[in-house]
């Protein structure tokens, strides 16, 4: 399968912002704008707070051009997990993709590579698409360490996943240091994680390891997003701050998709 097949992936994480109304506005003015071409060529998610779920699912059902992503997802369907949330209901509201291992939940919410891929295998068991998050700190970056400390996330998430699942998996690289920054990876930073982990994935699962999208975020921006996207093995972004406005995430997803077009003419 070669790199053109896998259609790019835009998810937007809207972390803890927006209020219902304020959802609402957004998903309005979105869809106002989106141009039906720029929506068949790509697939386009939002990954809103879980309270917002609902409403914003069944605005996005209405649509029916932008699928439903969840920010996280516990290992087990029910019990007492305070404050956790079940896959189960995550299918249930027609969540496609669930963003798993996220930084800001290793960094500040204990999070380990473990529960990492006990989440990651109950998304998988539920039926929908997890995003597994991967990318090294700002002191592994500095200290030459940026492959094995991302390589080693990416094994340690995947430890148990058969070769069979690899169509319903997204990988995302999200250097941490970038991250909210407004300090992008450069393309060549880009481009030799995005490889590592292809090779990873291939190693593991051989022509397999070609199926998953592995997506970059990080800063991204609708100015910095065309020469992401012409990164080999980019196959789309996760912005967070860039999907808080309307016009600003629809610009990001435009420069992409020229991106994207650049880079299939030039294989
Ligand atoms: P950012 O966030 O685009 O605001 O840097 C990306 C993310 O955390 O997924």
Partial sequence: MSQTKRKPLFIGNWKMHFLPQEAEEFLDQFHASLDASVAESCDIALAPPHPLLPI???????????????????WEVSG??????????????QVRYVLIGHSERRQ??????ATTAQRLNAVLAAGMTPVLCVGET???????KSESATLEQLNAGL?????????????????????????????SHAEKLHSC??????ERF???????????GGSTKPEN???LAEVPEVDGALPGGSSLKPEVFLGLIEAGLIGFNRKSQSL
């Fill in 56 to 74: 914003v699912g069944s605005k996005l059902g209405e649509f029916g051009r932008v699928s439903l992503a969840a920010q996280n997802a516990h």
């Fill in 206 to 216: 051989a022509e397999r390891g070609k199926l998953p999208r592995i997506l970059y």
């Fill in 159 to 187: 430890a148990t996943v058969d070769a069979a699942m690899l169509d319903s998996l997204v990988i995302a690289y999200e250097p941490v240091w970038a991250i909210g920054t407004g300090l992008a990876a450069t393309p």
């Fill in 108 to 113: 500040f919410y204990g999070e380990t590579n």
């Fill in 197 to 202: 982990i292809r090779q990873s994935l291939c």
């Fill in 225 to 227: 997003m065309q020469e």
């Fill in 138 to 144: 700002e002191s592994e970056y500095r200290s030459g």
């Fill in 80 to 93: 007492a997990h305070t404050g956790e949330i079940s896959p189960r209901l995550l299918s249930v509201l």
